[in-house]
């Protein structure tokens, strides 16, 4: 069974939406996830976000948050602990690098650890000129003219 989707047809009409199209091809590959550690995505606000991990047993020497354009990598990698005669081990304590694909205009304002959960927080600011405004509509007879510079 072939689950390839073909997004030519799309590329062909559509202008201006390259990364919504990268972004739908990587939800439709296949990869396998690691569960490892689990998450929480919230919305706080309007315009604001929080990502949650639960990394209990790490130090904030041993994480690492980075961020991209569009584009947060949350990792972990614990220091190397001596040697011990385990009789159980439950606890998990691999290292890890977590990928949340952030929308346009979102950019990472603050991470804190407290009680072994990473809290990253997330707001959307919108430029001034993405944000709505109202057009104003001329009366009378006189058609409105849209100044251009000459050419040299």
Do not use: H
Request: cysteine-free; aromatic content about 10%.
């Amino acid at each position: 069974m072939n689950t390839v989707f073909d997004f030519a047809p799309l590329w062909r009409s559509g202008i201006g939406f390259d990364r919504l199209f990268d972004v739908v091809e990587q939800a439709v590959k296949f990869e396998p996830t690691d569960n490892y550690p689990p998450y929480n995505i919230e919305k706080t606000g309007d315009n604001a976000y929080r990502v949650t991990l639960a990394v209990a047993g790490f130090t904030p020497d041993e994480l690492s948050v980075t961020s991209e354009p569009n584009l947060l990598i949350v990792s972990g990698k614990k220091a190397e602990a001596p040697e011990a005669e385990y009789l159980y081990k439950g606890i998990a304590a691999r290292a890890f690098e977590r990928r949340f694909n952030l929308a346009d205009y979102v950019a990472v304002t603050g991470a804190k650890l407290e009680n072994g959960f990473l809290t990253v927080e997330l707001v959307r600011e919108l430029p001034e000129e993405m944000k709505p405004r109202r057009i104003a509509i001329a009366t009378g007879s006189e058609p409105l003219a849209i100044e251009q510079k000459q050419a040299a």
